[in-house]
């Protein structure tokens, strides 16, 4: 199979969707990779790692759709890309369809097939290809959280672990799922005193049996909530709600319980956030100030550690991407439900029912798709 890995061109995107890693990969395996040139600069991969790794490169991206059967990305095809696609092509990236009207209809109207990274699935009922970015936010939000406590930023002016004779911070993580473990095991490596709070008691018993010795748990309620922001050093919002807006956890009123100058992280920010006072933020002027409380609501994190999140996200993607070059589409998703659970659009016919019913358009079973 020719796979085709275009320039991501969504503004401030530095992630590529193959690594020369998994170039290597698929080259070994008789696949053709094609590369725009200057596709993994933004992650620290120059043209002579793919070259060395057995892909071609090319002058753009216009060549990369013409040649490839498969297109492997990052980010959702942006206007201009998705003039680029073809009837019977694949496209295999995150798509995100269901507030993207706009992009529907084009993919629809191009024939494509495409497979959203976001909708495959795990055995363990988990989104495997999700899961790597939840874990880079994650981590990252200790990280970005204590550079805002800073004084010099706005924050308190406490540091992370303390000292000895000095006390650490205190961090609140609301949401203990992939996010927020995450979360709460850097804020503990850096000595911070956390706990985590989540609905879910199988999720609280896994955390408490897992690190039960580094970070404490509560069932969380609106009442433990209030409780512990107020001796909150930092709160990391982390909660998910499938298919919803995230829940307002912390209101605008609340904020003159905190001390001054303490930081709401908002992870959650990409579903609304998880915060009333939380809006939106860029890398390039991540925090506010909101009735003396520090906010940091980027909408994507993973973006500041591209090289990172490049590995991360091609570790994953990879065995998908080369059960789709091996087999061809239909039959890797006839011999994997997970991968056939990120069928989205084929053949101008939409095959995800949360996107169908959120857009309107009718939708056709995947399993008679691939049937077909
Ligand atoms: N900003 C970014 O760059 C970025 C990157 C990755 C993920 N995210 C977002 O982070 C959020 C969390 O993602 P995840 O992968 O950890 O999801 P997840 O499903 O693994 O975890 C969410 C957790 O929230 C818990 N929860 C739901 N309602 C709650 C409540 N009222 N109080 C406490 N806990 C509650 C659930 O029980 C679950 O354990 C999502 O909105 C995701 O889109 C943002």
Not at 225 to 240: K, P, R, Y
């Amino acid at each position: 199979m020719k796979i085709g890995c275009p320039k991501e061109i969504k503004p401030q995107e530095f992630r590529v969707g193959m690594t020369p890693n998994a170039a290597q990969e698929a080259v070994a395996r008789g696949h053709e990779v094609i590369i725009e040139t200057g596709a993994g600069l933004g992650s620290g991969f120059d043209n002579d790692a793919y070259v060395a790794a057995g892909a071609r490169i090319v002058d753009t991206a216009e060549e990369v759709f013409a040649t490839a059967d498969m297109i492997v990305k990052v980010k959702e095809p942006q206007a201009v890309e998705r003039k680029m696609l073809r009837e019977g092509q694949l496209l295999f990236t995150y798509l995100h369809l269901a507030p993207d009207p706009e992009q529907t209809h084009d993919l629809l109207a191009s024939g494509c097939t495409a497979i959203a990274y976001e909708t495959v699935t795990d055995s363990n009922g988990g989104l495997p290809l999700l899961a790597p970015m939840s874990e880079v936010a994650g981590r990252l939000a200790p990280q970005v959280g204590s550079w805002t406590l800073q004084k010099a930023n706005g924050g308190r002016g406490v540091l992370m672990g303390g000292v000895p004779g000095v006390g650490p911070a205190k961090v609140v993580v609301v949401g203990g799922g992939v996010v927020g473990t995450h979360a709460a095991q850097v804020a503990a490596g850096m000595g911070a005193d956390v706990t985590v709070l989540d609905r879910s008691l199988p999720r609280l018993r896994y955390l408490d049996d897992v690190f039960g010795g580094r970070f404490k748990n509560q069932y969380s309620t609106a009442g433990a909530t209030a409780e512990l922001i107020q001796s909150a050093d930092m709160v990391i919002g982390a909660v998910l709600i499938p298919g919803a807006a995230a829940p307002k956890l912390i209101t605008r009123e609340q904020l003159s319980t905190m001390k001054p100058g303490a930081v709401l992280v908002d992870v959650a920010i990409d579903q609304g956030g998880c915060f009333e006072t939380s809006k939106a933020t860029t890398h390039a002027d991540p925090i506010y100030e909101v009735d003396g409380i520090m906010h940091y609501c980027v909408a994507n994190m993973p973006g500041a550690v591209a090289r990172t999140s490049t590995i991360a996200l091609g570790n994953a993607t990879m065995p998908f991407m080369l059960a789709l070059a091996d087999k061809g589409w239909k039959q890797a998703c006839q011999d994997d439900p997970h991968l056939l659970a990120g069928l989205n659009v084929h053949a101008g016919q939409l095959t995800y029912y949360a996107v169908g019913k959120a857009l309107g358009i009718d939708v056709v079973s995947p399993a008679m798709v691939v049937k077909a």
